[in-house]
């Protein structure tokens, strides 16, 4: 069963930059699109971004858009999250998985807290 491990959450101030990372262990996930989500407090969890199987195309929800980076190395297993320039609104704890219908997306892991500071 596949295991997906969110790390590289943090404290930073706005204007700051975090990388996040999504290991996957038990499956590869070179097959799937997979996405960043995240969730904040009283919130329902939303879209951030999403990359292709091979990398080649990306897309982003208009909140993020031209500040945060999707982007994988499936030799490492590994899905990346660049964010820059954060504001107060980014705060959540941030998720990867497969960008699919919810029947199909795997098990979710514990997410990696992202909290910016004003």
């Known amino acids: 069963q596949v295991q997906l491990v969110e790390s590289g959450g943090g404290l930073v101030q706005a204007g700051g930059s975090l990388r996040l990372s999504c290991a996957a262990s038990?499956?590869?996930?070179?097959?799937?699109?997979m996405g960043w989500f995240r969730q904040a407090p009283g919130k329902e969890r939303e879209f951030v971004a999403a990359?292709?199987?091979?990398?080649?195309?990306?897309y982003y929800a208009d909140s993020v858009k031209g500040r945060f980076t999707i982007s994988r190395d499936n030799a490492r297993n590994t899905v990346y999250l660049q964010m820059h320039n954060l504001r107060p609104e980014d705060t959540a704890v941030y998720y990867c998985?497969?960008?699919?219908?919810?029947?199909?997306?795997?098990?979710w892991g514990q997410g990696t807290q992202v909290t910016v500071s004003s």
């Open positions: 038990g499956r590869t996930l070179s097959r799937y699109e």
């Open positions: 990359i292709n199987w091979n990398g080649g195309s990306t």
């Open positions: 998985n497969r960008q699919t219908a919810t029947k199909n997306q795997l098990q």
